[in-house]
Structure formats: structure tokens, C-alpha cells
């Protein structure tokens, strides 16, 4: 009897085995997105194997675009230039639903129980909250001031407490929206933080919110486990009467470098990466470097800081050791590197070379060139582990 | 003085890739204002030419001389105005 059973099972076998071919069965932990800014287009990439697995078109302008991650590191939330908000499926590679939620926007946060993606947006100012499993809009937030101006927003992102956090750039003020409130969102609003607040950042404990002033020196500081105490101003003052270079693209400071109990930020307008003491938010070291940095991030044991460079120093990344705050590293890609993202525990770092049209991957202890991989004006990279890490 | 068709296509790309990153991809608009022909008509070619040579101060505009030559600025501006191609 048991010998007539095998072929039917063999079967089986093999048609399980042709269900695979079309979905693999696979983790996501190690994939990634690969912007590719002009075709606006991504990649899906593997950091296991280094590999591109595939590539996914029609996501509009993807200038600035950003990516969050749902929290089963499946999907990916791209937000484009054009006001897309595209919810991409990295293992069936597809896209799964596209709106366009707004005419001019900035970047995404996705909120900490990964039920709503927020988007901010510069034209017409505001946030609005979409329902991350159905994009469906589930609150607007006009930016509007007292006056009824209408701002840009910009430094949104994720708080714990289900809160988002962003800066409204005209006006100079920071709002938090809490998507836990009984009535379902209740916003917080901090006026007259600062002149023209470009960019902000959380801590990865989510305890301190940073944006950074274009408009004056120094930073506009909110702690959330202590609202009341309302935005304080940091390194009030940094840099008076120093002549501050023109900035020919504006630093990002999503990935501002913790280190511990040291903030690492790029300074404005500066050849200069500013160390910042977080227990009394002074200003406690600046580090000479190659040009105005862009990005300052830090390698996950934060044991290394990776800078990149505005024009015209752009084709050029350096590696600061963080104990001895030196140099210890100066690698030329290539023309227009525009991002940097390390692996899960930091082995290896990616780095996006623009006008090359391609992607590096380079050994973070050796600083050797592992790989290099095609891409069409790439620009931002991110993996998924960003899913578990607020703010990001 | 016309730029040489080489420098053309360069500074073709450069105003899409690093003036894009204010202005947009597609010069919609961004942090930076739009530069769309249509948001440029009628204004004065002169001193659009100057600010990008000379930036606007107290905004985000930075100035370009050290990457553009005054020529270089004013094609941009004719370009600019006709429609980026």
C-alpha cells in the first residue's frame, strides 16, 4: 500500500515547490530600497548576499524621497517629491497601493504601533495620517500658524505614546500630534522655537526632539518626557560673528549620531561636525572636516561617525573615530555620494555615488570596496531594520 | 557667449540633480520657490540671473558664482523660461 502513496506525494512536492518560485519563502530582515531618484524607480536589494532582486518603476518623482518600513519589515512606505505615497511589497515586489496625497512633500514617519503613516508635506504646508494598511487618509493637519499662514513641514517623525513630532519651517514652531488621545488626535503646539527650522531628529530612545535652525544659530530642543518644560534653546549662540558659508544643499539630520551620551550634528554652513554634550547640551568639541557636511551618521555601536559633503566636496566621504574625534579615514567614491546606510550590525556600510550611477558597499573595518552595483542616480538607501528604530 | 554643447548638457543636469534638490526633480518646487517657465513669466531675466549668482540673503538661496559664470547664469535664466527641456 505504502509504495502507491509516494507519486501523489511527489506531487505535492512539487507543486508547493512552484508556489515558491513565485513568493519566496523568505525573511525580510536583510532587504532594502534603493532609491533611484531620475527613473523614479527603487530597487529591492539584499544585504546578505549584496545583491539587487529587483527593481520596481512608476513611483513618481523621487527627488528627496524617503522609505519607512512596516513593522513586519514587508512593505516599505516611499514618499515621493510629487506628494506619492507608494506602499511597496518587497517580497512580491510590487506595488500594493499608490495615492497621491498631496502636490509637494517631504518625508514620512510611520507611527510606533505601525497603524498610521504620517506624511509632511510643503505644498500646501501641513501632515496628513494614513492608515498604513489601507492608505486610507485618517487625519489632516493644516499647518496653519495663528495668523493663518500656511507653513512648510519639515523633521517629522515618530515619538513614543503612538505621537508624531515636526517643525513647521515659515513660522518657527514645533507641534506634536498624539494619535493615542481619546478623541483620536490631540495637537500639542510650541510657537516661537527659532528662525526657520530645516530639519529635526529623535533620539533612538525617542526622549529628545532636535531641529535645526537655518535662520539663527543654534537648535531648538523639545523633551518629551518633559512637555511642560516646553522648547529650549542649545547652543545658543554657537558660531557668532563667524562668517558662515554659503550652503549649497541642506544637512539632514535624520541621521544625527548618538553616541552614547554625545551628539554628533553637521554644522551649517561649516566645515565642521559639532560634538555636543547631551547631559548639559553644550557645545563640547567641533571636529574639522572636509567640507559641509550633509549626512553625520554613525555606525550602530557608534564606535565610527560616517560624514558625506555638500558641493563642491561632494564626491567624497570621511570616517571619524569617535573616542579620539579624528579622521581616521577619507574615501573618494565619486562624484555626488548622497547617502550612506549600514547593514543590521554595521560590517558594512552602503553608500549611494550618483553621478557614477552606482552603489558601493564598502568593509567598515577595513574601509575596503566589497561590491560595486548598478543603480540609475541613486540617491537614499534603507534597510530594513529601520521598522524597530523610532524616529527612522 | 553661448556655453559649448558639451558645457550645455552639463549644466542641463546640474540644474535638474543639485538646483532639483531645493527647487525639485522637476522644478516644481520644494524648500526653493518653483522654476517652472510658467512661474518665471515675466519676471525680469537680469535679476533672476543675479540672484542665482549672488543668492538671496536672509533665504536659502545660495550664491553660484563660484560654480557659474555670469554667461552660464543667463542661459540657465533663458532656459529656465522657456521650459527646461
Sequence with gaps: MRRYLILPLLIALFSLAGCAATLPQRGTGDLGVVIERATGSIQVVGTTNRTRLGQITGLGDLSHASVNYSRDERY????????????????????????????????????????????SNYTPG??????????????????????????KVVGLVDAPGNRFVFSLFEAGEIWVADMSAPSGL??????????????AMITADGRYYLAGLFGEDGLALLDMWNMEAGVKRVLNGYGKGEQQLPVYKMP??????????????????????????????????RIPVHGQPVFVVARPDNRQVWVNFALPHNDTVQVIDVPSRT?????????????????????????????????????????????????????????????????? | MLPSAARQTELLYFVRQDCGSCHGLRLEGGLGVPLTAAALKGKPAESLRDTILYGRSGTTMPPWNPFLTEAEAGWIVQMLQKGLP
Design chain 1, 252 to 285: 539632514h539630520l535624520e541621521g544625527w549620531a548618538a553616541t552614547g551620551n554625545e551628539l554628533l550634528v553637521p554644522a551649517v554652513g561649516r566645515h565642521e561636525v559639532l560634538v555636543i554634550g547631551m547631559n548639559n547640551w553644550k557645545e563640547v568639541g
Design chain 1, 126 to 151: 501641513g501632515v496628513r495620517i494614513f492608515n498604513a494598511e489601507t492608505l486610507d487618509l485618517v487625519a489632516d493637519i493644516p499647518s496653519a500658524d495663528r495668523a493663518g499662514k500656511s507653513s
Design chain 1, 186 to 199: 490631540a495637537v500639542t503646539k510650541f510657537e516661537h522655537i527659532g528662525k526657520d527650522p530645516y530639519d
Design chain 1, 76 to 119: 516599505a512606505y516611499v514618499f515621493g517629491r510629487d506628494g506619492g505615497l507608494t506602499k511597496v511589497d518587497l517580497l512580491e515586489m510590487r506595488i500594493v497601493k499608490r495615492v497621491i496625497q498631496s502636490g509637494n512633500s517631504i518625508g514620512g514617519a510611520i507611527s510606533q504601533d505601525g497603524r498610521f503613516v504620517a506624511a
Design chain 1, 327 to 392: 579622521i581616521i579615514k577619507t574615501l573618494k567614491p565619486g562624484k555626488a555620494v548622497l547617502h550612506m546606510e549600514f547593514t543590521p550590525r554595521g560590517e558594512q556600510v552602503w553608500i549611494s555615488v550618483r553621478d557614477e550611477d552606482r552603489v558601493e558597499v564598502y568593509d567598515t573595518g577595513t574601509f575596503a570596496k566589497i561590491k560595486e552595483l548598478p543603480a540609475s542616480k541613486p540617491s537614499g538607501i534603507f534597510f530594513t531594520p529601520r521598522a524597530h528604530r523610532t524616529g527612522l
